[in-house]
């Protein structure tokens, strides 16, 4: 049987990987067996592109250098993590996938939309998840939730551009999720925490085979 692929998506602080790990402690608790992973990274190949993408080293190379390197660590988090787990019946969910290459290199770094329809099909093919959850916060919230988190630490590669860049990303996903109805679901993540988690967990339920509530109601067995 194959597993269930879940992904997380929305600005910088939107609560991605609070919700992502939410997620997964609720589903682990329902006796689902579940996989949590992260993009870029999520494998160990992915995690030394990671590095190299979060540092900025690679910016000075240009907005389709970098797709090419995130295209080619989710190549090795895929062979690597995500398709053995979804073959082997588990549940993944992932923290940031193919929307966060759509919205920073596709719409903010005007890569071509050919290159990154090109990558995504080489890399996920028919692996597409199931579900994305697009994190919807103000970017003046989201940057100020992520600088909160981060101390006295420097801004990342990403982190560090202008609020007005992050505000266009957040337009843009939202742009997104009106595309793919069936796909993407938008949750306010200004929301108290547990307000958030439980509107997760409803859409989980409600949307796929298999989750905790469907076959809670389902007969038991003779
Ligand atoms: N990137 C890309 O360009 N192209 C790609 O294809 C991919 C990625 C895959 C990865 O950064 C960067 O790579 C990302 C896009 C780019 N850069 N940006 N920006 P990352 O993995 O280091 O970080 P991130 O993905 O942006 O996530 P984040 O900063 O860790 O934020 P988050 O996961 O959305 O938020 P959080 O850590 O769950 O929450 C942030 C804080 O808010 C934390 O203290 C929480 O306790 C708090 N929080 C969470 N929810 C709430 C609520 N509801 N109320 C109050 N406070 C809350």
């Not at 579940?34 to 240009?62: C, D, F, M, Q, W």
Request: aromatic share 4%; charged share 25%.
């Amino acid at each position: 049987m194959r597993g269930h692929f879940i992904t997380f998506e929305g600005g910088e602080g939107s609560g991605k990987s609070t919700h992502a790990a939410t997620l997964a402690q609720r589903l682990k608790a329902s006796g689902i067996d579940i996989v949590l992973t992260r993009e870029p990274g999520g494998s160990p190949g992915a995690e030394i592109i990671r590095h190299i993408l979060l540092s900025g080293i690679a910016k000075p190379l240009g907005a389709e250098t970098e797709t090419i390197l995130f295209a080619a660590a989710r190549d090795d988090h895929m062979r690597s993590t995500i398709l053995p787990a979804l073959e082997a019946g588990q549940w993944v969910i992932c923290d940031r996938f193919i929307d966060s290459t759509r919205v920073y290199q596709g719409i903010l770094g005007k890569v071509d939309g050919k290159l990154i329809r090109g990558l995504e099909r080489v890399t996920v093919g028919a692996a597409m998840p199931e579900l994305t959850f697009i994190l919807d916060v103000p970017a003046t919230i989201g940057l100020a939730r992520a600088k909160t988190r981060r101390g006295a630490g420097a801004a990342d590669r990403f982190e560090a551009e202008s609020v007005e860049y992050h505000e266009h990303l957040r337009q843009a996903y939202l742009a997104l999720a009106k595309l793919e109805p069936k796909r993407c679901v938008v949750i306010d993540g200004r929301a108290p925490r547990d307000v958030v988690a439980d509107r997760i967990w409803a859409a989980v339920n409600q949307r796929l085979s298999g989750a905790p509530a469907a076959r809670a109601a389902e007969p038991a067995a003779p």
